[in-house]
T-cell receptor
Framework: AQSVTQPDIHITVSEGASLELRCNYSYGATPYLFWYVQSPGQGLQLLLKYFSGDTLVQGIKGFEAEFKRSQSSFNLRKPSVHWSDAAEYFCAVAYSGAGSYQLTFGKGTKLSVIP | GAVVSQHPSWVICKSGTSVKIECRSLDFQATTMFWYRQFPKQSLMLMATSNEGSKATYEQGVEKDKFLINHASLTLSTLTVTSAHPEDSSFYIC??????????FGSGTRLTVV
């Protein structure tokens, strides 16, 4: 069965510092991978996605992620964090089910940014 | 880009009443929509997959008679929480599209049952 693991429940970084959020997945086939961001009381906004091709994916707001098949990982990175990046981040893998692709989410990583 | 509108964003209802939540794809047609439930400080749990013109597919443990899903058109899916109880209080989020769109999400509905 598919699963997504985000090992870090909560990360705190200083504004301007670099960021890496970890994500590992378990899925038998080639995965479709996503990173979403959620502000409190809001829906999810797609940051970036990987389907195939270049394993380094660029997203919105200066985020990028690298797919590493050998490590079953899809870590999210940002070179310089801004205070507005404080939010909850979810990694997800799409899998085929019920005639369509469905998403399985990790438990999320809460990012706090120190001014 | 793909936009999904969810309404209402916040609702309070009395125990025993029913609440309907709408999910609309504004600029694309969605043959499939998904309904999630999110408890405080937790991840999203898929409740059901809504397919236009057919019955929804519910995840294990989700009561289909309590959470009625209707997907009558290519742009609208509704979730009705019937005979709501306080334990149904939660944050409900819909999404539409697919792998190409990256599963666009609505802004969520905060349901409080008193």
């Amino acid at each position: 069965a598919q699963s997504v693991t985000q090992p870090d429940i909560h990360i705190t970084v200083s504004e301007g510092a670099s960021l890496e959020l970890r994500c590992n997945y378990s899925y038998g086939a080639t995965p479709y991978l996503f990173w979403y961001v959620q502000s409190p009381g809001q829906g999810l906004q797609l940051l970036l996605k990987y389907f195939s091709g270049d394993t380094l994916v660029q997203g919105i707001k200066g985020f990028e992620a690298e797919f590493k098949r050998s490590q079953s990982s899809f870590n999210l990175r940002k070179p310089s964090v801004h205070w507005s990046d404080a939010a909850e981040y979810f990694c997800a893998v799409a899998y085929s089910g019920a005639g369509s692709y469905q998403l399985t989410f990790g438990k999320g990583t809460k990012l706090s940014v120190i001014p | 880009g793909a936009v999904v509108s969810q309404h209402p964003s916040w609702v309070i209802c009395k125990s025993g009443t029913s609440v309907k939540i709408e999910c609309r794809s504004l600029d694309f047609q969605a043959t499939t929509m998904f309904w999630y439930r999110q408890f405080p400080k937790q991840s999203l749990m898929l409740m059901a997959t809504s397919n236009e013109g057919s019955k929804a597919t519910y995840e294990q443990g989700v009561e289909k008679d309590k959470f009625l899903i209707n997907h009558a058109s290519l742009t609208l899916s509704t979730l009705t929480v019937t005979s709501a109880h306080p334990e149904d209080s939660s944050f409900y989020i819909c999404s539409a599209g697919g792998t190409n769109y990256g599963y666009t999400f609505g802004s969520g509905t905060r349901l409080t049952v008193v």
